[in-house]
């Protein structure tokens, strides 16, 4: 993984991260369209968040501690990525019926879960443009730079952040970020 000099740990910078993006922090356990958007712009591609190392039983997403969610979430941000892949109106709907159907399921856990997942939904809801945004770029293969992308091993061009360029670096280039 690349270093992040600008923070102490992972959790920091993840954190920060989130919030650039979003200008407030997820809500626990990740609503799977944030969580989503957050893969798209770490991974490459879905076969780069998905694909599992020799040395781990897990999906690269999901053994990534800088994804922020917990690990079910995750898990239904890469089903809701899946299904939102082909880039039709029908997989648009079938990836946000995805997602609100984990989060429905998560709120009605406990009786607790309901203003936090008010806030999630909410959140997700403001995200939907950008959302499908970064699926069409993931689709397309044209992703926009991002300081906070790691390489994918199948030979794409890593990232300025993989290169060892600093997040401040990455921003002073003309191209789009995340």
């Known amino acids: 993984m690349p270093t992040t000099p600008r923070y102490s740990s992972h959790a920091e910078s993840s954190q920060a991260w989130a919030l650039e993006l979003f200008g407030e922090s997820p809500i626990y356990p990740g609503h799977p369209v944030l969580v989503g958007i957050l893969i ?4 490459a591609s879905y076969a ?23 690990g079910c979430a995750v898990h239904a941000a890469l089903d809701c990525l899946k299904r939102a892949l082909p ?26 879960n309901g203003p936090s997942a008010a806030i999630g939904r909410r959140q997700a809801e403001h ?6 945004e970064r ?15 790691l390489e994918n091993p199948t030979g794409t061009t890593p990232s300025p952040r ?11 280039k003309k191209a789009p970020t995340c």
């Not at 880039?87 to 009605?108: F, V």
């Not at 699926?135 to 992308?149: D, F, I, M």
């Open 40 to 43: 798209m712009d770490r991974y």
């Open 48 to 70: 780069h968040a998905t694909a599992v190392a020799p040395d781990s039983p897990y999906a690269n997403a999901l053994r990534d501690g800088f994804i922020p969610g917990a």
């Open 87 to 112: 880039g039709t109106a029908d997989s648009r709907t079938a990836a946000l019926a995805e997602a609100e159907r984990y989060w429905e399921n998560w709120e009605h856990q406990s009786a607790r």
């Open 127 to 132: 995200a939907h443009e950008r959302y499908f």
């Open 135 to 149: 699926v069409e770029a993931w689709r397309t293969g044209k992703l926009p730079l991002c300081p906070y992308r």
């Open 162 to 172: 993989a290169a060892g360029a600093s997040p401040a670096d990455a921003a002073k």
